[in-house]
């Protein structure tokens, strides 16, 4: 099919619109640097995950965000195998595998539908739990993707998780996160030997990156064919999708930065595309948009891909789509026999697909001009200058890199000394600079859990003398410990020693934590969140000084709260959690965790400040600041609030927090908790006769039990 040029216009004008284009992608998207720094958050993260798990399921973060990108709508996708469950391509493979720690299984490629397997089990322990997914067939068996996804389900705690293919989607508030479990190989299957050739050929990857994509191996997901679902072939529940993300992610980082920003304005294109389309006539994904992006970069090899020609380049990866569309095929960019459209985009489908895309491709930058992502980028005076990396920028930038490493306190990994002693042996002279800070955080992270975990685990402060002897021994390391957090750590982390000698009983020297660290916390300059604080007092401030200062000075973080720990206050809340296994942690904004202690220490002591404190808490609680409480943490900080005051004898001000609570985005999963507060808290009432409060509890228990919360329904 030969396609017309879209809309003509002038060379000036044509480099006029790429470089509007370019600069807007790149606003979007990050300069390099910051791409790769968003590359090395995840990669780190996906390490030390693996490293700090103690089961053999190992993660590996897959999609937009592996690729370094963090666009509108990107969800934070990942993929879990069994490092002990070993898929081979050849059977002469099996007696290299120690059959007794290993499970083999044998990859049996299906010629009639390309990109499809069955997976054979070889050896297997018969008390593996996959073998509850295997059926029997011809006198083999088989691993079943049907009864293996409903065992998954099992195993993956989620909340309102819904499954999709092979992925399972667990909504959490605003973002969706996929997981995908399935099996991976070592080796690389030989029905991709065309596409080898071709690299070599073209010479895009280069050598050394096809090397490394072929020893990286592939991976295998529980989902059968399209064909075969519309053939009801009674072996559906057999197949297996034959999948190359690792190669995928590597041929993206193998894109220049212009390539990779071209990537980028499909994606926003095809957001802007799907905007007014039901979830069923949905038929293009940025699936066959990465594929097209692979083809138009192998087989051009002498195009050139710059900012003055960035508007064409678009052009041509939506020209290269669009003769798909046209043909009904879309081939796969390792086995070209795979055609992606099939049993998608045909018949009536098709031809409404490439109406609407034709008509696109016809009005070229006018498109461009209505699109309404683009719309910015069409008017010179919205972007009149490229966009730079400053290093306030970059410095943002930083911090939210660590936000990667602080989430993993709410995986099922272990923070304990085993886990320091890994990361101790690690070469740390040969880790780039984000490399280095990332894995800083992390080791801070430890520093803070094993200290209040081990002091949680030891309670014989009275009993025999060895035990009083290990009690004071743990005592004085995790004192340690925290001490070094607060002076190489970043600006809220004082507030863990503070927590440590409150937990202790050591009220006085707890306060004197917190009284040093308010004034740290009060800067105008510091980074909370999305948060960023004042740009010309934090340049100011901060411009030219050593990282190590900047995070000391400026960056807070919220104060994550194991479940493992021992804070009585928040006890029938960690209990619940326990129970349902929603989360691991909670993360409570720095500044009302220290209002929050500061009351505790003032009422343990029975000090007058306490009402003082309770007060500026309420305050706080009440400003509804996002700067200093966001609100994926609103749910606990009201909880909070109404704790203190009921430790203080306000049972109406506990009680409206507490319903406050309920009303809040459900993030940590504390609603069952608190509605048990409220219930104490009427029994308690009633036992006193507190007739006058009467009205207002029927007015709190109507809408307890019938109010649709909002969050997570």
Request: overall charge positive; hydrophobic content about 40%.
């Amino acid at each position: 099919m030969l396609l017309a040029s879209p809309s003509k216009c002038t060379r000036m004008e044509t480099c006029h619109l790429s470089a509007l284009l370019y600069d807007m992608m790149l606003k979007l998207a990050g300069s390099e640097e910051k791409v790769t720094m968003k590359r090395t958050e995840m990669d780190v993260c996906d390490y030390l995950h693996n490293q700090m798990t103690p089961f053999s399921i190992q993660k590996r973060t897959v999609g937009s965000f592996k690729e370094g990108l963090r666009l509108q709508g990107s969800d934070m996708d990942a993929f879990y195998f069994w490092s002990d469950h070993r898929v081979i391509l050849d059977l002469a493979d099996a007696p290299s595998y120690d059959h007794a720690t290993e499970a083999v299984i044998l990859m049996e490629y299906q010629e009639h539908i390309p990109g499809t397997v069955y997976l054979r089990v070889l050896y297997m322990h018969p008390i593996n739990k996959i073998m509850t997914s295997c059926i029997q067939k011809k006198f083999h068996t088989y691993v079943s993707n049907k009864l293996f996804l409903e065992n998954v389900k099992r195993i993956y705690h989620g909340h309102n998780v819904t499954i999709h293919g092979p992925c399972q989607t667990n909504k959490v508030l605003d973002h969706e996160f996929d997981s995908v479990y399935g099996f991976v190989s070592r080796k690389w299957p030989q029905q991709t030997s065309d596409w080898i050739a071709r690299c070599l050929k073209y010479g895009w990857p280069k050598k050394q990156i096809v090397e490394s994509i072929t020893s990286s191996g592939c991976d295998f997901v529980p989902v059968g064919s399209r064909q075969s679902r519309q053939n009801n072939d009674p072996n559906l529940d057999l197949e297996w999708r034959l999948s190359f993300v690792q190669a995928e992610q590597a041929l993206v980082r193998a894109m220049n930065h212009v390539q990779l920003l071209c990537y980028v304005s499909l994606k926003v294109f095809l957001t802007d595309f799907k905007k007014d389309v039901v979830e069923d006539e949905k038929l293009l994904c940025s699936y066959f948009l990465k594929n097209a992006m692979f083809w138009c970069i192998q087989t051009d090899p002498t195009y050139k891909w710059t900012r003055e020609t960035f508007f064409q380049s678009f052009w041509k990866c939506f020209k290269l789509l669009l003769q798909w569309i046209y043909t009904g095929y879309c081939p796969n960019f390792f086995i070209p026999q795979n055609n992606l459209f099939v049993c998608r985009i045909v018949g009536a489908n098709q031809d409404k697909l490439f109406t609407q895309m034709y008509s696109i491709y016809c009005s070229g930058e006018k498109y461009l001009a209505q699109c309404s992502s683009l719309q910015k980028v069409m008017n010179p005076l919205a972007n009149p200058l490229p966009w730079e990396f400053s290093e306030y920028k970059k410095d943002i930038a930083i911090y939210h890199s660590m936000y990667g490493i602080n989430g993993l306190l709410n995986l099922e990994i272990i923070y304990d000394w085993k886990s320091l002693y890994k990361i101790c042996r690690m070469d740390v002279s040969k880790m780039s600079n984000i490399e280095q800070i990332l894995i800083f955080r992390h080791v801070i992270n430890l520093y803070h859990q094993i200290a209040l975990v081990e002091q949680s685990c030891c309670t014989c402060k009275t009993k025999c003398s060895r035990n009083r002897h290990t009690y004071v021994t743990h005592k004085k390391v995790g004192v340690r410990l925290l001490k070094l957090t607060s002076k190489f750590g970043f600006a809220c982390d004082p507030l863990y020693l503070a927590l440590f000698y409150y937990i202790d009983g050591r009220f006085r020297q707890s306060l004197n934590i917190l009284e040093d660290t308010m004034p740290k916390l009060n800067h105008e300059y510091f980074f909370y969140w999305h948060e960023y604080g004042n740009e010309q007092a934090y340049a100011r401030e901060m411009f030219g000084k050593p990282m190590s200062v900047k995070m000391k000075a400026a960056m807070v973080y919220d104060i994550s709260i194991l479940l493992s720990i021992k804070l009585s206050e928040l006890e029938m809340e960690m209990s619940t959690n326990k129970k349902s296994k929603l989360r691991r942690c909670f993360l409570i904004s720095p500044f009302v965790f220290l209002h929050f202690l500061t009351f505790l220490c003032h009422h343990r002591l029975g000090s007058p400040l306490a009402a003082r404190s309770l007060w500026e808490l309420h305050n706080l609680v009440h400003s509804n600041n996002s700067r200093y409480i966001i609100k994926y943490s609103k749910d606990i900080a009201w909880d909070i609030l109404g704790i203190c005051h009921h430790l203080s004898g306000n049972i109406d001000q506990s009680l409206l927090a507490y319903y406050t609570s309920l009303l809040q985005p459900n993030f940590h999963f504390i609603t069952e908790a608190v509605k048990t507060k409220i219930l104490l808290l009427q029994i308690e009432l009633q036992s006193k006769g507190a007739g006058w409060l009467g009205p207002f509890l029927d007015y709190i228990n109507i809408y307890i039990w019938n109010f649709p919360f909002t969050g997570i329904t």
